[in-house]
């Protein structure tokens, strides 16, 4: 037998018929997308991650007011691990459940959001991007999730409340040593409408901010031969700055020093749980404890009036190596039971890790970093896109998991992967 032939033969008997193509058939796989011509626009619709939103904000904004964003206290350990408490997280799915209509919808307070995600706190926040507070109360608003002014924002309590009329408002407060400082804004906030007054109380005293310490992060930023070789670098950001409002503390008087010194000087290092009590008695509305970590100061400020609590380290920012939220929200939520709402923050960088939360006992996640990458990527748009990318991925997460709402997210659907693994 002549191998070489066969192999031919097997070769020829076996090779597909080819054609020419019609033009009809080829034109079907040429679909150039619609072309954009807001550049703005067009580089958001090609993020499809909360990472990619970061990408961008790196790109635009300059170096000191990204930093402050994006990074945490010390060396930044307390930060790196909470996102790898979502990491070792591991769903187990339920199949064969009918998800076709699944809702995210959630309460929160009392009143339903359209996803268990509210925005956190941020100060500073016109420093990220011109628009800042309003940009973010606009899209909260449209997006159908609370929003927070911080006490050190760049907006005022009006101001907000008038950007996003049908908006849920939130406002945080800290522990201060002028107390009838802080009393002025607690009456501002009530008669603005807001809902929650958020407390800070992992601010004894300003974290150790190593980025910010290293680029000199002011308010209002300095103009240093540093900074200045950086703003040529991003032009945009700094005709915004210098065409718009002047850039303040809206909550506070005038203040020209760095944003750790004036934490010092505004936060109250002798506050105690009987300052809680005293504040539940003061605001008429819900009250929201933020910088929990330990379950016995749950129960005390959950006694003392707290209609929810936030287990957080804020962020990575304050204390460096503080407990990771995620792994210590069991055991917050075991302390309280129902008898007050738990939420938490930290690390929250997808849909599904809320939704891991909400497994594992939270009532809602609060974010920053997201919306505020969202923000310097591209302003109210941008806000809007982080908005539209945890929501997704929120939804489609609990349609593998076989979740139809949020009341089937429970314990049995998540395990944590061994830490050696």
């Known amino acids: 037998m002549n191998t070489a032939n066969h192999f031919d033969s097997t070769r020829a008997g ?64 307390s930060m790196a691990l909470a996102r790898r408490a979502f990491e070792r997280v591991e769903f187990i799915p339920r199949v064969l459940r009918d998800v076709s209509a699944t809702n995210t919808a959630t309460p929160v307070l009392g009143r339903s959001a359209s996803m268990p995600v509210v925005f956190a706190p941020a100060g500073f926040t016109r420093v990220m991007h011109h628009a800042g507070e309003r940009a973010v109360a606009q899209a909260a608003q449209a997006a159908g999730v609370p929003y927070t002014l911080s006490t050190m924002g760049t907006t005022s309590i009006e101001e907000l409340a008038a950007a996003a009329p049908e908006g849920r408002h939130w406002f945080q407060l800290y522990l201060w040593r002028d107390r009838e400082r802080s009393a002025e804004l607690i009456e501002r906030a009530t008669t603005a409408g807001y809902e929650a007054l958020v407390l800070t109380v992992d601010t004894p005293v300003a974290g150790n901010r190593l980025r910010d310490v290293r680029n000199g992060m002011t308010i209002p930023p300095t103009l240093t031969l540093r900074t200045l070789v950086d703003g040529s670098l991003k032009p945009r950001w700094w005709f915004n700055l210098l065409t718009t409002e002047p850039l303040r503390f809206a909550s506070l008087r005038s203040w020209s020093g760095t944003v750790a010194e004036l934490a010092d000087h505004m936060f109250d290092p002798s506050a105690t749980i009987t300052d809680v009590a005293a504040l539940r008695r003061e605001w008429p509305g819900k009250l929201i404890v933020k910088g929990i970590q330990h379950p016995d100061d749950a129960v005390a400020v959950v006694d003392a009036g707290a209609d929810a609590v936030v287990v957080s380290n804020h962020g990575g920012r304050q204390l460096d190596r503080a407990v990771t939220p995620l792994e210590q929200l069991p055991s917050v939520r075991a302390a309280i039971g129902e008898r007050a709402e738990v939420y938490i923050d930290g690390g ?10 909400l497994c594992l006992g939270a009532d809602a996640v609060l974010v920053g970093r997201p919306y505020l990458y969202g923000l310097m990527a591209g302003g109210t748009r941008g806000v809007a896109r982080a908005a539209e990318i945890l929501h997704g991925e929120a939804i489609k997460t609990m349609q593998l998991l076989g979740s139809a709402g949020i009341g089937d997210l429970g314990p049995e659907l998540v395990r944590w992967r061994p830490l050696d693994a």
């Open 348 to 357: 929250v960088r997808e849909g599904a890790d809320a939704i891991a939360a």
């Open 14 to 77: 076996t090779r597909t018929p080819r054609r020419l193509p019609r033009w009809s058939e080829f034109a079907e796989l040429i679909r150039p997308r619609p072309l954009v011509w807001n550049g703005t626009e067009r580089r958001l619709r090609h993020a499809a991650t909360i990472a990619d939103l970061r990408e961008l904000a790196r790109r635009r904004t300059p170096r000191a007011a990204f930093d402050y964003t994006d990074g945490g206290a010390g060396n930044e350990h």
